[in-house]
């Protein structure tokens, strides 16, 4: 009960994607049941992010514009976190209890 | 929606996939793999114990005349064609969103037919649409069809199951509903053509599905008995010793075996980035996880077929048959790593698809009042229960292997040989399940 005052954890992801290339790809991450996960994402080009969670979900990337997607995810799991158009994966995140 | 193929929807399906196994769980299923082994090889009867001619515990006669009865068969015949049009339906018609066909393609005729077969028998054969097409047409007056090549033997169908797990695995969509679609128009009428040209025999060598339920059934408490025809229950380890061996026997079980090993594999960063540095198309990307596909298999074959041969005493047409004697013993492997692998797939996606199929075409049906069903994720929310019974099934499957492994080589091998002759084959199984529990522990 020390922590009472602590602001809760959060996993932050930033995303580059410039000429094509993505920064990260298939990073590991860490996260826990509902905890807020936020990906901030700058992008030269259009694409959809693709959160392959229970249930999936999928947000709209715009190009020039500093966008930023939160989520949280209940079912623990391997979540791969992935760029449609680009067919990359940014990253897995391991979504424990 | 756009029309370029997302590269890691898992298996097709989509959402998450199984937290890897810890460390520790990894570590205790291996020393009980190799300890068990060894005391199996040192310890165990000398004799051979297990023979597939042995009787069972018979079941009340009226077990055999209620399965064996004309009106159950066309029941079940009936059942398989109506389910086939429902899921027909709804590939036509369905949206490509959640369309639940990729569920029952990849969870139910998949995993879901292992554990149905395991369960009660080889079920394929009862409620295979394409076969119950064909026994019509038989009752039409067509002619018989000029039998079936003994050369061929199991090829046929293990060209089928690779061509499954390379749409599910190494195809650059493998989610797309118009690849499942042409995967099974295919199917169909593949299937359909070989048993017209060459006869019923056709569907138990050819039919994917059918020699997979098959092998899968081998390991099943349930079994007819071999003289009297009649169902009884009786030791899987004289079961498994029925299994055909035909040409292509030992790689259709690799081909399982090693499928399911490139599936946790090619979920590997170190892969994932070692296919995006090289491959930069859809296609160079798909040939490459074709490539790793088929060198799976081809391991699996190549150290199964190297390790029964590893024998002293035996002159060369022997060593020859002796991967094909000994290949009953691949399938509690194959089994236990399948379970281990897609439980959760079976368990989870099996409701989902389940649900999905109350409601095929998004109208708002609501077919035997599944549609407001919730998927219970069970194993998904207790992953430290789930990694225990993959590790159980792993090592459960390793141990039944090696029983079945070590009795074989009492039968097979000659005295004086027996010991050594099993050592390079109980290795090999060592091998595969230390892999398979290092792929679920996640590399």
Redo the contacts between chains.
């Keep these: 009960m020390q922590n009472q005052q602590a602001p809760p954890n959060r996993l932050n992801i930033e995303v580059t994607i410039k000429g094509g290339n993505v920064d990260p ?4 991450l860490q996260a826990k049941v509902k905890e807020p996960i936020v990906v901030r994402v700058t992008s030269d080009v259009a694409d ?1 992010l ?1 959160v ?5 979900h999928t947000f709209k990337i715009e190009p020039n514009k500093a966008m930023q997607f939160q989520f949280s ?1 209940d ?6 976190i ?1 760029l ?2 680009l ?3 940014v990253a ?1 995140v ?4 | 929606m ?1 029309d ?7 298996h097709g399906l ?7 196994i810890p460390y520790a769980y990894a570590l205790i299923g291996a020393a009980w793999a190799l300890t068990f082994t060894f005391a199996v090889v040192a310890f165990a009867w000398k004799k051979p114990r297990f023979d597939p001619g042995k009787d069972g515990r018979a079941l009340p006669q009226w077990v055999t005349s209620v399965v064996d009865a004309t009106a159950v068969r066309w029941a079940l015949a009936l059942a398989g064609l109506l389910f086939a049009g429902w899921v027909a339906m709804a590939a036509m018609f369905g949206k490509p969103e959640n369309n639940p066909v990729a569920g029952v393609f990849y969870v139910l005729m998949w995993i879901g037919l292992v554990a149905a077969s395991l369960a009660i028998g080889p079920i394929w054969r009862a409620v295979s649409p394409v076969r119950s097409v064909y026994r019509l047409l038989r009752m039409a007056r067509m002619p018989a069809g000029l039998g079936y090549p003994r050369r061929l033997g199991y090829w046929p169908a293990v060209f089928g199951l690779f061509a499954f797990v390379w749409l599910e695995l190494a195809s650059p969509d493998p989610g797309s509903l118009g690849a499942i679609k042409l995967w099974l128009c295919a199917y169909i009428v593949i299937t359909l053509t070989g048993a017209i040209v060459c006869g019923d025999r056709w569907f138990g060598r050819a039919d994917p599905f059918e020699a997979y339920s098959v092998v899968a059934s081998r390991f099943s408490l349930f079994r007819r008995n071999p003289n009297s025809g009649r169902i009884e229950i009786g030791n899987p380890f004289d079961h498994l010793l029925s299994l055909p061996v035909r040409p292509g026997t030992v790689t259709m079980l690799a081909v399982l075996l090693g499928s399911t090993a490139f599936d946790s594999f090619s ?1 590997s ?1 170190d892969w ?2 070692f296919v ?1 540095h090289y491959a930069h198309s ?1 296609a160079a ?1 798909s040939a490459m996880r074709t490539v790793g596909l088929l060198v799976f298999g081809a391991v699996v074959v190549t150290t199964f077929s190297l390790a029964a041969r590893a024998t002293g005493g035996v002159d060369r047409a022997t060593k020859r048959k002796l991967p094909g004697l000994m290949a009953h013993s691949l399938i509690p492997i194959v089994l236990g790593y399948m379970f281990a692998h897609y439980l959760s797939y079976l368990v ?1 996606r099996g409701q989902q698809t389940i649900i999905g199929l109350a409601d095929p075409l998004g109208h708002g049906w609501n077919l035997l009042g599944l549609g407001g069903a919730q998927v219970n ?1 069970v194993l ?4 430290s229960v789930l990694a225990t019974i993959k590790v159980c099934c792993v090592v459960g499957g390793h141990v039944a292997g090696v029983i079945a492994a070590h009795d074989r080589a009492l039968r097979v091998l000659p005295s004086g040989y027996q010991l050594t002759g099993q050592l390079a084959t109980m290795l090999v199984m060592v091998g595969y399940t230390f892999t398979g529990l290092y792929l679920l522990f996640g590399g």
């Design positions: 790809t298939n990073a590991q959809e693709h392959h969670s229970t249930p999936d995810i079912v623990p799991g391997n979540v791969d992935e449609h158009q067919n990359k994966v897995t391991s979504v424990q209890p | 756009s370029r193929p997302a590269a890691v929807l898992a989509g959402g998450s996939t199984d937290l890897p979920a960063p994932r980035n995006d859809v990307q989870e994720y998904s929310l207790h992953p």
